[in-house]
């Protein structure tokens, strides 16, 4: 052999690797040489040297991939086929140098080495194959698109993969690293191209068969749970990768059988057997569990040494354990604490908790029956053995420790493979196999089938708790709709369980599961995750339709977790509090909970609460106002929220959470983030409640947005936008709230005043924090009109100064909100008279009308709408004065400006024929007769026209037959003689006879009720059309596809009786022969309607006075009257008998009514 320079060992690996690069490289053999037997105990020696630093302590730098790709490459050309020990150890090498360095290998390098891997499955012996598909693992890890031109000999019908997975394999070993490779090669990678359908169904099954099989005699539990994570691992990595989508319910229902099979799968005591395949059925899954053989002799044993747990958790934990098995056990948690508190619940610990009922559920510890607790006794069982009273020994105790690790890390792997399935398909599928891993009510006489909850219950790992907690949330988020046919608030007496009072059971029970662990638990990061799952179902589930009690149970066990020592539990309980003040508001069990006294609940938090031990902590100091009065029904939620925003903390130093600055006087940033976002929800859902905190509340916002954390800011504002809106609804015409319980204007005006002398104007400024000056400009729009017109003049004139200099600001979002709160500005009552300011407003929104921005032109179009609606208000308050003093180009610019935009998209549209309309209204005769005006008109016309016949969305249709009823209202205009008036009463006339939604047909109705003169319809023909056009739609009104729909089929009979009427009170003589021939064809349907529109009027109006009903008698009268007259004008010409069908109708109108009365 030639001497070879080894070069000087460079520090770190990647020297090492470097220079072990060297030493192979110098036995590349010579061409023409024969392998002496000395090269081939150097590459032994070599291969043992690397596979020994691999696996020894971490190196303090890593070698490159380049490094790492370069050596094994140059390890693989030495080594042949027939050297299968080298084989074996170059294989080893691969695995352990890719998985210790994390590499990744390039597409060059893996071609040559998965090759070289697939070449020597093929052709060494099966003794080398484990370690060989352990080195193919490490390859395709992360490479899944580099194989392509692999996958037929590991993937195809005959595939090496495909062989070694089969269940027919007697090697489990070889089948696990097989399973490995194959879930390795599922991994997807981000914008790569992934695997093609036929190989995914493939690996489907596969890893579908692994995890429906049963574990046989010769095959150890930890080989075999090794083998079910790999098989869970490649589901999760195909679920994942995005392209497989369980559509089929076969493929789903076989996926959540063994899903379940192995969320339970190693929990002691239990053992369930489950059906090839789960279906979707609103009743309980089928659900057996199978006899333990041994529970009679362990239920014994457990009873035998039940007397003897005096010995001390630390010193049992070593006996039982060992400390060889310290990283094992990691995911199993303290078992020990766990133990403690299970021992507590069993002492009653849980009857503290004012949501347990010993004997409501089979689940419910304290008051199971023994022989019923499979689980119970197993999990104490083999917990509470030391080794001195075990019949293992030390090493058995080990094994089993370890064997209990892998078990838990099964459950865990099905419990992460379920959760990526919730997200691979659509929800109303999910629901359908709800029963099966919700709980549902206590059967009689019958365990409670095992579900998500038995694991969050029972399980003694935290880990996997953790995990079917996370689970359980991700089924009930979005869960409102299917949870929304929940109903128990009527006994239910019947002889069948409808689904209805099942769902509610199912609500009820998960309730007090999870109050039932959240006492039970000692780990934050499990609780963290109960109280998540708490505020999901809190968010979900329909309390208006159940009988109250439930969320006075949650409010008082969760109460005294907002002083938890861990912060990630104090801010998931303030989540939770948010969930219950926002859900349904205002819910009367809610309002009551918020005027508990502050002390209520704190001694109610069960034996396994922890609490801080500074009591003064637990609730703040109160924050008043000075002179003040005191309030007395205080909401304590407030004041709680108030001092954890505001106040500094007594105890700095008890937070367990290291990544908060210790030096913070305040609580750490996201508690007082969560604090802030429950006061916005409760001021939104309780304004009523928060009304006497108004100006400590404005305070808490102004302390807020001085701070330097922009997230602290961004809430303050929220909060103040809150509060103006509350105050804004009060104040409303059709708010049910008493003038005298309202918020003062004059407390509105110092509110504001407060606000406006603080950091609001700052906060509108700060260009560096747009979303900040988004939610500054959302406040200032939600002052009450009252209010600002009693601010200082220059307090006014800054709010409008600051709201039209960021209308041109870049930042869209900025843009937005600013044209917005400009929108709303403009129907203050004390500025819309304001020629000068209405002139600014519209050219700022017209600018922003025309920004790229989507969301820009969106909110331009909804003021500009709101503009016109003031132009109209302003012609109609102002008379001819407003409308002369108004700019004619300004007016002509907003014209053509929404002409250009109700060709935009639909948001846009449905505002742009909105302002339309009422630009067309305000046109006076001299705007029409000016040339510059009349090709605008056409177009704007035009726009409206095509509109209504579009295929645009409802509200948009909506919109544009209100508008065309505006531009009939407007008398300059030549309805009737212009070309488009044949136009626009075709486009309405067909719409209100087709239309599927019947808000368009009422708003057609309507507009083509309008018009006052009988020159405005245009010729005969015109008018008849018109005519019919009502008379098909009265007798259409109930036809539709869609039931929802038919709740306004009564509106729409009234809107066309009262057009119908209308017509008739302008006919001509040349209408009435066709109105004849049409009543005689359809007068008795006509009749039963008219009759009714009379009687009743439609649903919404129910609460309509007398007058109103006297007003249409007047109409039918007039009606009568004005077709009387010209029936004597056609006496001798032609027999018509309109009035006298009319004065029928109201004959016995006139009879109904006054039997009625009588």
């Known amino acids: 052999m030639a001497a070879v320079a080894v070069p000087q060992a460079e520090p770190g690996a990647g020297g090492s690797l470097r220079r072990y690069l060297s030493r192979l490289g110098a036995l590349r053999p010579q061409p023409g040489a024969e392998r002496p037997a000395a090269r081939r105990t150097e590459l032994h020696l070599l291969f043992d040297q690397l596979i020994s630093e691999s696996c020894g302590p971490a190196a303090p730098a890593a070698p490159s991939a380049q490094d790492v790709c370069a050596l094994l490459v140059q390890a693989c050309q030495l080594v042949s086929f027939d050297q299968e020990h080298l084989v074996s150890k170059v294989s080893q090498l691969i695995h ?86 194959m879930a390795n090669l599922c991994l997807s990678v981000p914008g790569q191209p992934y695997l093609d359908e036929s190989y995914r169904n493939v690996c489907f099954q596969t890893f579908l068969s692994i995890l429906q099989s049963s574990k046989t005699p010769d095959v150890d539990d930890i080989t075999f749970c090794m083998l079910l994570q790999n098989a869970l691992k490649g589901i999760q990595s195909l679920l994942n990768g995005g392209k497989m989508k369980l559509m089929q319910t076969d493929h789903l229902g076989s996926l959540l059988a063994v899903v379940k099979k192995c969320m339970f799968h190693g929990l002691p005591g239990l053992s369930i057997e489950m059906p090839p395949a789960l279906y979707p059925a609103p009743l309980p899954q089928y659900d057996k569990r199978v006899p333990v053989k041994q529970e009679q002799s362990e239920l014994a044993a457990f009873k035998q040494t039940g007397n003897r747990r005096k010995k001390s958790k630390g010193k049992q934990k070593k006996e039982e354990f060992g400390e060889d098995t310290k990283e094992d056990l990691a995911d199993t948690g303290n078992e020990s604490t766990q133990e403690t508190d299970m021992l507590k619940l069993h002492t009653g610990g849980v009857q503290k908790s004012p949501c347990s009922n010993p004997r409501s559920h089979a689940l419910d510890f304290a008051h199971m029956r023994p022989e019923k607790n499979h689980l119970s006794s197993h999990y104490n069982n083999w917990k509470r053995i030391s080794s001195s009273e075990s019949e293992y020994s030390d090493a058995e105790g080990g094994i089993q420790s370890k064997t209990r690790s892998y078990q838990a890390k099964v459950r865990q792997g099905a419990l992460a493979c379920f959760l990526s399935a919730i997200k691979s398909i659509e929800k109303r599928i999910l629901y359908g196999y709800w029963s099966a891993f919700v709980p549902d009510g206590p059967g009689i006489g019958s365990p409670q089938s095992v579900s998500l909850m038995t694991i969050a219950l029972k399980d003694p790992s935290p880990k996997t708790r953790a ?138 938090s069960g034996t396994g609460t922890p609490h801080r031990s500074n009591s003064s902590e637990q609730w703040r100091k109160t924050l008043r106002l000075e002179g003040e009065p005191p309030n007395p029904e205080p909401c304590w939620l407030i004041r709680l929220c108030i001092s954890i925003i505001v106040l500094p903390r007594e105890d700095p130093c008890s937070d367990s959470d290291a990544n908060f600055p210790s030096g913070n006087v305040y609580e750490p940033s996201p508690v007082r983030l969560e604090s802030l976002q429950v006061l916005a929800l409760l001021v939104k859902g309780y304004f009523s409640m928060a009304q006497s905190y108004l100006l400590e509340l404005g305070e808490v916002s102004c302390k807020c947005m001085e701070e330097t954390d922009p997230s602290i800011q961004l809430h303050g504002a929220k909060l103040l936008e809150e509060l103006g809106t509350g105050v804004v609804q009060q104040y409303k015409p059709d708010a049910a709230v008493a003038p005298d319980q309202r918020v003062p204007v004059s407390v509105v005006v110092a509110f504001w005043t407060m606000m406006l002398n603080g950091p609001l104007p700052g906060a509108l400024q700060n260009s560096q924090h747009a979303t900040l000056q988004t939610s500054a400009c959302d406040a200032l729009s939600s002052i009450l009109p009252e209010a600002f017109s009693s601010l200082q003049s220059d307090r006014q004139v800054l709010c409008i100064t600051l709201l039209l200099g960021l209308n041109h600001s870049e930042n869209p979002l900025v843009k937005a909100a600013a044209a917005r709160a400009l929108g709303v500005y403009i129907l203050f009552s004390c500025l819309r008279q304001d020629v000068m300011f209405v002139a600014d407003t519209a050219n700022a929104i017209l600018n922003s009308l025309h920004d790229k921005s989507p969301n820009v032109r969106a909110k331009a179009a909804w003021s500009l709408g709101n503009l016109t609606d003031t132009l109209i208000v302003n012609m109609e308050t102002m008379g001819q004065s407003f409308q002369e003093e108004f700019s004619d180009l300004l007016l002509l610019k907003m014209l053509r400006s929404a002409t250009e935009a109700s060709k935009d998209r639909d948001k846009v549209k449905s505002n742009a024929v909105r302002a339309l309309g009422n630009l067309l209204h305000f046109l006076q005769l001299y705007h029409i007769r000016n040339p510059r005006f009349r090709e605008a008109i056409e177009e704007s016309i035009q726009a409206l026209i095509s509109t209504v016949q579009s295929e645009a969305t409802m509200k948009v249709r909506w919109n544009a037959c209100y508008a065309l009823g505006n531009v009939f209202k407007n008398p300059a205009l030549p309805l009737g003689e212009a070309p488009w008036t044949t136009q626009a009463y075709s486009a309405l006339c067909s719409v209100v006879k087709s239309c599927k939604n019947f808000k368009v047909r009422i708003k057609s109705a309507m507009a083509l009720s309008i018009p006052s003169k009988r020159e405005c319809y245009g010729p005969s023909e015109q008018f008849c059309q018109i005519w019919s056009a009502l008379v098909v739609a009265l007798q259409k009104s109930e036809d539709t596809e869609d039931f929802l729909e038919f709740k306004y089929s009564a509106s729409l009979r009234t809107q066309i009786c009262q057009a119908l009427i209308h017509l008739l009170s302008l006919a001509k003589t040349t209408d009435l022969l066709f109105i004849s021939e049409t009543l005689s064809e359809s007068g008795d349907a006509i009749k039963c309607c008219v009759l009714q529109y009379m009687k009743s009027g439609v649903e919404e109006d129910e609460g309509e006075t007398h007058t109103n009903l006297c007003e249409r008698e007047k109409a039918v009268k007039g009606a009568i009257e004005h077709l009387g007259g010209l029936e004597k004008q056609l006496e001798g010409k032609a027999r018509v008998r309109v009035a006298a069908y009319l004065e029928d109708i109201l004959t016995n109108h006139v009879h109904a009514t006054q039997l009625t009365e009588a």
Do not use: M
């Not at 210790?100 to 697939?118: A, G, K, M, T």
């Open 467 to 604: 995990c079917s907690l996370q689970v359980l949330s991700a089924i009930l988020e979005g869960s409102k709709q299917f949870l929304s046919v929940a109903e128990d608030a009527n006994d239910h007496k019947r002889a069948f369980t409808p689904f209805s009072v099942t769902v509610a059971s199912s609500i009820r029970e998960l309730h007090r599961c999870l109050l039932l662990a959240l006492v039970a638990e000692s780990s934050s990061q499990t609780l963290t995750q109960i109280i998540k799952c708490l505020a999901n179902l809190v968010s979900n589930a329909p309390y208006n339709r159940l009988k109250p009690g439930l969320l006075t149970r949650v409010w008082n066990q969760i109460k005294p977790y907002i002083c938890h020592k861990d912060v990630n539990v104090r801010v998931s309980s303030l989540t939770l509090l948010g969930a219950i003040v926002s859900i349904q508001a205002p819910l009367p069990e809610v309002q009551l909970l918020l005027q508990q006294p502050s002390s209520s609940g704190l001694n109610n």
């Open 96 to 181: 352990h140098l890719l998985n210790r360095f994390q590499v990744v290998v390039d597409e060059q390098n893996l071609n040559f080495l998965l090759s070289y891997s697939i070449s020597a499955l093929k052709q060494c012996s099966s003794w080398t194959h484990v370690e060989i598909l352990q080195a193919l693992a490490a390859l395709v890890y992360n490479n899944g698109p580099k194989c392509q031109k692999y996958l037929p000999d590991l993937l195809g019908k005959a595939g090496l993969l495909l062989q070694y997975s089969d269940c027919a394999q007697p090697d489990v070993e070889l089948r696990r690293a097989a399973v490995r490779s």
